[in-house]
């Protein structure tokens, strides 16, 4: 797999670490990761930075994950960028919202790394195969 | 056609009430299954070995190792008011910091703080989703932490209050799960 830039959102840097290891299990090695602490910050990333991936969590101050899903849609920053949630949230109501916000995936926390592997791998294989 | 629209609104909002009504009425018939303890264990038990790959189980309250103790908590809003409460002593936190992150820490500083405040918080989120009708109605708040000795956490007489203790390696941890109303 060629190298990977993966843009990880989350106010906690432990769970962005976390992810990140959970990623590099997964298999995305070679992969550059940009880290973001809110929803402002990591629309300012994508405004300079092209990424493969987006993980966020949606519990966030400043701007939370669905807010700043829905300002990447509205302003095409990430076109056919998979967006993965990854959340405590897990009510079918937050997944519903989420999807409908455009995201591609969810994660529950906790989670395992072998349950990030098998929803973002397949999202990943589907944007390269458009 | 502004008429119109006040009434659809005005529809909505009152089915929206009538909802949570409802919901809240159907909580307090089952709020035996909201306070049931074995939700509390499973959330616990979930998340360590989830995301430490550690097992954890209940023990009989005993006081912590040594004075200075770690405590976060992190707010419940909408259906339920509350909070979920993660209190050990500082040597159980740098054990659980290090075992989430994988790295090694030999004092409570911010790491440990953040790693701390997200274990509170994935219990809170656990403990909820096991009850289908605050899954889905019931906010959470961004972690808080407070680090010290010799302090004590008081809520004024709360509908009900979940208090377990764990052991986990050779330290232990307080979970406390406090419900100060159904709105």
């Not at chain 2, 909802?19 to 959330?43: F, K």
């Not at chain 2, 509170?120 to 109605?137: E, I, Q, R, T």
């Amino acid at each position: 797999m060629s190298e990977m830039r993966v843009l990880i959102v989350d106010d906690s840097s432990v769970m962005r670490k976390i992810v990140e290891r959970s990623l590099r299990q997964a298999g995305l090695d070679p992969m550059v990761v940009l880290e973001a602490g809110s929803g402002t910050d990591g629309l300012e990333v994508l405004q300079g930075q092209s990424v493969h991936l987006i993980l966020s969590d949606i519990n966030m101050p400043s701007m939370d994950g669905l807010e700043f899903l829905r300002q990447i849609r509205g302003q095409n920053l990430a076109p056919g960028v998979p967006v993965v949630m990854i959340t405590t949230e897990s009510s079918e109501e937050h997944v519903k919202q989420a999807i409908l916000s455009g995201a591609q995936g969810y994660i529950r926390k906790p989670f395992t790394a072998e349950q990030v592997k098998e929803r973002v791998l397949p999202l990943l294989a589907a944007a390269e195969g458009r | 056609m502004f008429n119109g629209i006040r009434t659809g609104a005005g529809f909505r909002r009152g089915a929206q009430q009538e909802m949570e009504r409802m919901m809240t009425q159907s909580l307090r018939e089952n709020l035996n299954l909201v306070s049931d303890p074995q939700n509390l264990n499973q959330s616990v038990e979930e998340v360590f070995h989830m995301m430490l790959g550690a097992s954890c189980y209940q023990v009989q309250e005993t006081p912590f190792e040594e004075p200075e103790t770690i405590t976060a908590v992190v707010g419940f809003g909408g259906l339920l008011s509350g909070a979920c409460v993660f209190r050990s002593s500082s040597s159980a936190a740098l054990e659980i910091a290090g075992r989430l992150t994988g790295m090694e820490f030999s004092e409570i500083d911010d790491t440990v703080k953040d790693a701390i405040g997200e274990v509170c918080n994935m219990l809170a989120g656990a403990w909820k989703g096991s009850v289908p009708d605050l899954s889905a109605n019931c906010g959470l708040s961004i972690p808080a932490v407070i680090t010290g000795s010799n302090y004590h956490i008081h809520v004024q007489a709360p509908e009900f209050r979940l208090h377990h203790m764990y052991r986990f390696d050779q330290t232990t941890f307080a979970v406390t799960i406090i419900c100060d109303g159904l709105q």
